[in-house]
């Protein structure tokens, strides 16, 4: 019998197990392609499934200050649901990857449980619950298949991350690091704070149509309310320690969070050395699919050992929302 996952937006619960993402030696994507300033086409994507079968529903209001609501922190001191007790050495010590079963969630019967597959699935999420409308009706979706863009001077991203204590949780649908407040990165003049850090597999956006064995996603927030996420694409090479700690330290059970002040961790470890990248304005890939958030797709990947990726891909064997329509949108690139 199959196995159901099931996530609110509360991030606790959600969707169906699938098979593992097929872990290819070679995970170089196709070359772009530099498009001329003219209209980008639309990416026609195999993978994804057609939306137009989605219920469509009456939008609900959109909150104010919606950008502040959707990049929650873990709670510095996590309550009942905290696992306290550290088990592995600090991130710089190379150790080897847990496996780790997290227990299949329990549907709250709130009737907004979302998923990656079936009648929970990314295809129906419009239509679980008002708040997530823009999930069918949003014309700005995330993630995206990058094929061609626009070649321009693009500001220098500088990235400002600093060692913090490990805070990482189990929300059930993938694993969420939290971050400590003071770290971030600069362009263009703005500043944006780094709130947190999660992760995808397969990737969630495809450059030419090829995607990824796995996605970090770094959530960050200026000081005028903007949203803007960093992209990083993973692929199979050399160990990265900053992940091995990570995953020696995920909470076993769905919910818990585990601060451990002794094992620290810098962003920019789980950063490649170049840090070009495409732009593009996007919403979040997962509900309520708020958009008006800038994506930094970096173009080169960052590195860690195919056991890595195994020991993710065995947590959180697929949780990746299958690319969405450009609808005119521009991605830029040097």
Request: hydrophobic share 40%; with cysteine; proline share 11%.
């Amino acid at each position: 019998m199959q196995k159901i996952l099931l996530y609110t937006a509360l991030p606790m619960l959600s969707g169906l197990l699938m098979p593992a993402y097929a872990l290819a030696a070679d995970s170089t994507p196709y070359s772009l392609q530099r498009a001329p300033k003219a209209p980008v086409p639309d990416a026609q994507i195999p993978q994804a499934p057609a939306q137009e079968h989605v219920p469509a529903v009456s939008p609900a209001p959109a909150p104010e200050h919606a950008p502040q609501q959707i990049l929650e922190q873990i709670p510095a001191q996590p309550a009942s649901h905290a696992d306290p007790t550290p088990v592995a050495q600090p991130a710089q010590v190379p150790v080897s990857a847990p496996e780790i079963s997290a227990p299949n969630p329990k549907a709250s019967g709130n009737g907004d449980l979302w998923g990656y597959t079936g009648a929970h699935g990314p295809a129906h999420w419009g239509s679980l619950n008002l708040a997530y409308h823009a999930c069918a009706q949003g014309l700005k979706q995330s993630p995206v298949n990058i094929a061609t863009f626009y070649q321009e001077t693009q500001p220098v991203l500088v990235p400002d991350y600093n060692p913090v204590p490990l805070m990482i949780a189990n929300i059930g649908s993938t694993l969420r690091v939290g971050y400590a407040p003071g770290s971030g990165f600069s362009v263009d003049g703005l500043r944006y704070d780094l709130n947190k850090i999660e992760f995808h597999t397969p990737s969630e956006h495809y450059m030419d149509g090829a995607s990824w064995p796995m996605e970090a996603q770094f959530f960050h927030q200026a000081a005028n309310g903007s949203v803007a996420v960093l992209a990083v694409m993973i692929k199979a090479g050399e160990k990265n320690r900053t992940v091995e700690g990570i995953l020696q330290n995920v909470p076993a059970n769905i919910g818990a969070v585990r601060r451990i002040e002794t094992v620290k961790l810098s962003a920019a470890d789980l950063l490649p050395k170049n840090l070009d990248y495409y732009d593009y304005d996007g919403s979040l890939t997962t509900p309520p699919c708020t958009e008006n958030v800038r994506w930094f797709v970096l173009r080169e990947a960052l590195e860690i050992s195919e056991d890595q990726i195994k020991g993710f891909q065995d947590m959180f064997p697929y949780n990746a929302r299958p690319v969405q329509p450009l609808n005119g949108r521009v991605v830029t690139g040097q």
